[in-house]
């Protein structure tokens, strides 16, 4: 299913094409969820960009320095997508835990109160794309998303599926397009810099996104089309709760 998908959104040129689950240095048992809705967005760090924020979703862009943590918050049910290897430790709710992730590495987190300290060389660079507290806007009778054989030059996998989110990294080569499918409400985030056409309930646009750019689409058909000179890679990420 490609799932032109969902959101949630929301997890760059260059990342590894694996992804999977991050494996913590030390087995600590993390504690319940939380229920509460993050509020990382208000901490006003200088290391923190989010730029979607609506009752779904929100979009954290994090460029973390060596050294550098982020002050305790309260985090929502969230996948993390890693854009360059990084080494951090953080605390959940009182419980501490060291990991090492690489870049393309997708992993997920339940809700709960947490601080984020960079413990690596280099700087932490991640997107995370966590759940609010509304609910998801129908993507219809059937909720089926499921889309079919993109053209050549088209590429669409699941990178990541957990108890809360699915992550979807598609790679468009010019002129490629995806055929009109029904996608769930879903955030994107641009891995590269291109230009796209976009086909849906409100007709045709042209749009041009840079690397880093993110923002969310509800519900709807739609076609997807690379009118630009390059490849076009972005993630789309699709909430299943």
């Known amino acids: 299913m490609l799932t032109t998908v969902a959101l949630f959104a929301v997890l760059s040129a260059g990342c590894a094409d694996e992804a999977g689950e991050a ?4 087995a600590d048992e993390l504690p319940p969820a939380s229920t ?6 208000a901490l ?4 923190v960009d989010t730029p979607v924020q609506n009752e779904f979703v929100h979009v954290h862009a994090i460029d973390l320095p060596s050294g550098e943590g982020l002050s305790p918050h309260e985090g929502g049910p969230r996948v993390i997508y890693t854009l360059a290897p990084y080494r951090v430790a953080f605390d959940t709710d009182g419980m501490s835990e060291t990991a090492s992730f690489s870049a393309g590495e ?7 109160v947490h601080t984020v300290e960079n413990v690596g060389d280099s700087t932490a660079s991640f997107v995370i794309f966590e759940r609010r507290e509304a609910a998801l806007p129908s993507a219809g009778p059937e909720g089926e998303t499921a889309v079919p054989s993109p053209s050549e030059g088209a590429e669409e996998r699941v990178v ?3 108890g809360h989110a699915q992550v979807h990294r598609v ?17 994107i985030h ?12 409100s007709g045709t646009r042209e749009q041009s996104f840079e690397r880093g750019d993110a923002h969310y ?5 739609h076609t997807v089309v690379n009118v630009g000179d390059g490849a076009a890679e972005f993630l789309l990420v699709e909430f299943t709760r």
Do not use: C, I, K, W
């Not at 509460?36 to 967005?41: G, K, M």
């Open 190 to 201: 641009s891995l590269n810099s291109y230009t796209v056409e976009f086909t849906g309930d």
């Open 36 to 41: 509460s809705a993050s509020d990382l967005a």
């Open 23 to 26: 494996q913590p240095d030390q």
């Open 217 to 221: 689409h509800d519900p709807g058909e």
């Open 160 to 162: 990541f599926e957990g």
């Open 44 to 47: 006003e760090s200088p290391h």
């Open 171 to 187: 790679t468009l080569d010019p002129g490629a397009r995806l055929p009109e499918h029904r996608g769930h409400a879903r955030a």
């Open 106 to 112: 997708v992993h997920e987190h339940d809700a709960g």
